[in-house]
Nanobody, 118 residues
Framework: QVQLMESGGGLVQAGGSLRLSCAAS????????MGWYRQAPGKQRELVAS???????NYADSVKGRFTISRDNAKNTVYLQMNSLKPEDTAVYYC????????????WGQGTQVTVSS
């Protein structure tokens, strides 16, 4: 079984920065893609950014130039550096990963709240 543990959420003023972390643990053989999604109240969950094991990153248009995703493969950890935060970035942020244990499957974290005040 795989556990994804997020940390780093909180309350910040508009224009500020936060760094989210997500560590995967358990009986992991390999991790392919890792990423961050977010869900604001009354809205669908949306992709924020993802990164392959080789380091190729993909971003939602709304965060390009402000957010940076990175990962430490040795630590099975993915990060999301969020700069120039806006009130519309307020959401619960979820980590996910495509993980191989006995089989490949997607795993999700419990989520961490990010609130940006105006």
């Amino acid at each position: 079984q795989v556990q994804l543990m997020e940390s780093g959420g909180g309350l910040v003023q508009a224009g500020g920065s936060l760094r989210l972390s997500c560590a995967a643990s358990g009986s992991i053989f390999s991790i392919n893609s890792m990423g961050w999604y977010r869900q604001a109240p009354g809205k669908q969950r949306e992709l924020v950014a993802s990164i392959t094991s080789g380091g190729t990153a993909n971003y939602a248009d709304s965060v390009k130039g402000r957010f940076t995703i990175s990962r430490d493969n040795a630590k099975n950890t993915v990060y999301l550096q969020m700069n120039s935060l806006k009130p519309e970035d307020t959401a619960v942020y979820y980590c996910n990963a495509f993980v191989s244990t006995s089989a490949w499957r997607w795993s999700w974290g419990q989520g961490t709240q990010v609130t940006v005040s105006s």
